[in-house]
Structure formats: structure tokens, C-alpha cells
């Protein structure tokens, strides 16, 4: 009985220690790349306000064999996109996994010149105060980044070459 006691008081110590280091890890975490295209944002603009178009270029569109298109949403078959908000600068989209984790995307485009401009893209965790969530946010932006830069370089390639 006393085994069993020191067992369980050491558990709750021990998620307790673990739940107060992870309170020192942000809440909020923002994965971001950019890269430069020597293209206009009107040549910019269509292919990541148009979901239909991430198809092209986009990597976690690939990854995921699109299933349903719609003008503003995304059905994949482990992911949703809903497209939230279009400006001439911003895109924005909430993704919703089916486990029930959701994040917010965007896609900032700024034009340097005529003829060229700047795409930033970046995805928005809100983590709760679960320990294992903070922790792994740490590693979101060695998951994310390559996947991105990746898709970013397609997105250029398309563009320069059409331009």
C-alpha cells in the first residue's frame, strides 16, 4: 500500500513539474516563410486567393489528394480549408484536422514594385495549456518550414515562368 501511494503522489509531482515548465512555453506560436517573386502581385494574387489554384503549387494540398472543391472551402481527405478573408494584401483560411485541431493561415503579398513582390505565408497555433500541445509546438517549425519553403519556391517558379 505504501509502494502504491508513493507511486501515485510521484505521477501527480511529476505532471505538476511537467504542466509548470510547459506554462513557460507561449501560448501562441506563429510559423512563417517569404519569399521574393519577380512578378507583379497582380500576377501573385490569383494563385493564393483561388483555392482551386493551391493545387498547383501548394505541397499540403498535394500531400493530402484534394477530394471536394468549392469556391471557399477544401475537403481533403484528413484536412478542411475554409477560406475566411480576401483583400487585395490578405488571405486568410482556418484548417480543421479531423482529430479536432484547428489553425488559422494566411498569406500576406506585398508589392515592392511593378514588377516585383513579396509573399509571406505564414500558419497561427492557439495551443491550450496541455503540456504535450506546448511541447509540441516546439518542433512545428521543423515539421512546417520545409513543406513551405518547398511550396513557396513551386508558387515562384510558377509565376516567373508565366510572367
Known sequence: MRLIKLGVISIVVLFAVITGISSLLPSHVRI???IDIEAPATKVY????DMRAWGSW???IR???KKQWDADKLTATEITVLMD?????LVTA????PAGNNFASGYRLIAQDSLHSTLQWYFDFRLRWYPWEKFQSIVYDEQLGPVMEKSLANLKRQVEQSH
Open 32 to 34: 512563417s516563410r517569404a
Open 46 to 49: 490569383p494563385l493564393v486567393s
Open 58 to 60: 501548394n505541397e499540403y
Open 63 to 65: 500531400f493530402y489528394h
Open 85 to 89: 478573408q480576401k483583400s487585395d494584401t
Open 94 to 97: 482556418e484548417w480543421i484536422q
